[in-house]
């Protein structure tokens, strides 16, 4: 897990964040599967890109689940930067044969609808140009649910990780068995 906030568990306890439940879960039925969040609160796609070869070095994944660039839109980044670090993130752990997903992410609506579609197609032009699963994003969901999002408005809560990880199951699983089957 290469991702901000949302996946660092913003507020929360290590052992609180869908991260962690997803382990548990798959402790059982996926013993050969270990998820490691190198997840930062605040990262940006840059800072992402920056970590990422010391993240490969220290842990040698398979697979990487990349969900950044949502302070980037919230801070109003420059798309086309933003488009470039996922681009070299991608052709990074690509190059040393890690199998990738990237997360959509969208930034909230009073960004105006212009923004928020430029912002969404950087996404989409990344997947389709890498040929990388494109995750739907796993807040749009449980953003009208308030028991799911802090106070903030954009962190969800400890009661919505359950659901975070049951949204996120298929896609996680089904991109560690394409790593397991590129790696034999």
Partial sequence: MLGDSLS????????????AELQRRWQQEYPNIEIINASISGD?????LNRLSGV??????DAIFIELGGNDGLRGFDLATVEANLSDMIEQAQAKGINVALSQVMVPPNYGPRFSKRFQAVFNRVAEKYEVTLVPFFMTE?????????????????EAQASIADFLSPYLLELAQQAEASSQ
């Fill in 142 to 158: 449980l953003v009208d649910n308030p028991d799911f999002v802090q106070d903030d408005g954009i962190h969800p809560t400890a």
């Fill in 56 to 61: 490969i070095e220290r842990h040698q994944p």
């Fill in 44 to 48: 940006t796609t840059r800072g992402g």
């Fill in 8 to 19: 660092a568990g913003y507020g929360l306890s290590q052992q609180q964040t869908w991260v």
